[in-house]
């Protein structure tokens, strides 16, 4: 996160704009760039409308997840539109899909929603500015995932992280960084990668399309996990 913090400040961008044109040397160019750069967990407030948010938080929030991203494409994208292919995966939380079905269309705390359906736009964005050059750009979202910060949150360690199940019935639909990780690697290997430009895409669902598991082997679709979980919801409880 560090680094996406200096890449925003004027020194910053100078150094991020360095290490880019040590790829193009050493490399002759840039196949893949995953936006990642985020920051803002400590800086989001739930539970309460914007006029009774921090103001400074929340565009610093944005400053973190938005404008870093768009800094680092902005360098980045030159080296594949050069050579005609590259992928650009912007990650967010959760696909415009999910959230309008599950969520009805809003993440529950204003600058966090402004920030994670802005990423899925850039995304959107710059597949429309990319696609002549024959370069893809998509939006990437895990489940519920079993994060390092996640772990520590619930007091528990990869090994015994079910014991959390208890504190929250949904992390037993969690899923491990590899695995979208893994998701990452089938988009980049795909050769028809340019179908799903501009499109926002879930580990779950991908995991279906190109065959990979998370660690354990399972294929966790926190979509399809909470979906059901909705249902039963509406169902109520079953009678005698």
């Not at 803002?40 to 407030?45: K, M, N, P, Q, Y």
């Not at 992390?171 to 960084?177: D, I, K, M, Q, V």
């Not at 190109?210 to 979509?223: I, L, M, S, V």
Request: hydrophobic share 40%.
């Amino acid at each position: 996160m560090s680094r996406g913090r200096r890449a925003a400040r004027p020194g910053g961008r100078r150094t991020l704009a360095g290490r880019f044109d040590r790829i193009e040397a050493e490399q002759g160019g840039l196949d893949l760039l995953v936006n990642d750069v985020w920051g803002g967990d400590h800086l989001t407030t739930w539970d309460r409308p914007l006029w009774e948010q921090d103001l400074s938080a929340g565009l610093t929030l944005l400053h973190r997840a938005v404008d870093t991203h768009i800094i680092t494409s902005h360098h980045a994208l030159p080296l594949m539109v050069a050579r005609r292919r590259g992928l650009v995966i912007e990650i967010t939380d959760g696909t415009e899909r999910m959230v309008d079905e599950l969520l009805n269309g809003y993440r529950g705390s204003f600058f966090y929603d402004l920030a994670k359906q802005t990423v899925i736009r850039l995304a959107r964005n710059q597949a429309a500015e990319l696609r002549e050059h024959n370069v893809a750009a998509l939006a990437l979202t895990p489940g519920f995932l079993r994060s390092e910060a996640m772990l520590d949150h619930f007091g528990v360690t990869e090994d015994d992280w079910r014991d959390a199940v208890v504190k929250d019935r949904h992390f037993g639909a969690s899923e491990t960084p590899a695995y979208i990780g893994r998701a990452v690697v089938a988009l980049a290997a795909d050769p028809d990668v340019m179908s799903k430009s501009g499109g926002s895409y879930s580990t779950g669902e991908l995991a279906k399309e190109y065959g990979f598991t998370d660690t354990d082997g399972t294929r966790p679709d926190f979509a399809e996990y909470y979906r059901d979980f909705l249902a039963r919801s509406e169902q109520g409880p079953p009678t005698a």
